[in-house]
Structures are given as structure tokens and as C-alpha cells.
């Protein structure tokens, strides 16, 4: 009779764990969203009196998996800017976790599918992209340095404005800009699709079996 119960029981308990799973994909995406934005919000940017270079902004950038790091004079402004390797460990770990779950059946392997692509987009994508990004920020900030720059950086994009002309003790008359998709949003995306995947509607539902008379 126990076993029976269990029998009974199993499948249900399995649809609803994968949900709560897939519910915690969404919410982690979100909650992640927030943390990379609050980490990139000031990047590159010294905001007080009180910093080694007080309300410098960063002349050198270096995107890497270890963080993103923002130079002034060759010292370190802001950084590691940890979005980029959080993000890529969340989704290396839930692989990992999905993988391991596999055998729940097909709903998982399809969140599975869609966290393995995720997780390769992201590194396999993210990292060349980013050294890419770095080479030609680094040479545009190297450009009329004495015009001044702008660096910005948000989850989904890594932003340079290089003044490259600019009126003696007035504004700049031409400048050239820069943008890059961070890598981070990809993954954000990914672990958001993940969760997704979790939710879909599927043709078939979890059957009890009935219990002999």
C-alpha cells in the first residue's frame, strides 16, 4: 500500500518541484538583474572627495572573467565589477543541478537544453566579445586623452565617449562613441528563458494510478 501511495503521488510532487524550480529561475534572473545594475551604476566613475582620484573618470578598462576593472593612470578607479562571473557561476551551477535532475523527465531536459545553450552563448560568446570590447574602448580612450571621456556601463551595455575636438574652455565639438553588448545581460536572459522553459504548458499532465479495489 505504501508503495502504491508513493506511485500515486510521485509525479504530481515531481510537476511541482519543477515549477518551484523554474519559479526560482525568474526570480534569480530578476534579483540578479538588479544586483549587476547596482554593481555597474557608478563604473568607471570616482564620485567623492574622499577616493585616490577624486571625481576622476576612468582612461583604461579591462573586461575580463575575473570582473570588469576601470583604470585612471594606470591604477585601479572602480572594480572588479562582479556581474559578468556571478552571472556565469548561477548558470554553470544550475546546469549542473539540471543535469543531475535530469531523470524527472522531458520538462526538465528542455529547461536542461535551454540552460546548457545559455551557459555557451554566455562564456563561449561573452568572453572573446569582451576582449574584443576591450582593445577598441582602450584605443579610443587613448585618443585625445586631454578631451576628456565618458565611460558607462549597464547589464546589457559597455559604453565609451571619447571627446576627439573640443573649444578651448567651452564643449566638445565632436565626439565619438563606442558601445558594446555586455555578456551579462545574455546570461540574465538565458537564466530567465530557463525558467521559462520550466512553466511551459505541455500536452501531457501528471496521471495518479489507481489504487486496486
Sequence with gaps: MRGSAMLTTLPIMSLRRLRAWAVLCLLAALLLYGICFLDTVLAGHSVTDTDPFPYASADAVRYELRGMRYLYQGSLLTGPHLGYPLVLSVLAVNTALLWGARSWGAPVKQMLHVSVAALLVTLGLGWPMLAIAQKQHNTLLSRSPQHGASVRASPAVLHVRQCVKRQTEGPCLHATTLNFPNP??????????????????????PVRVSRPA
Excluded: C, D, N, P
Design 184 to 205: 551579462t545581460a545574455w546570461g540574465l536572459a538565458g537564466l530567465l528563458l530557463t525558467g521559462l522553459a520550466g512553466l511551459q504548458r505541455r500536452g501531457t499532465h
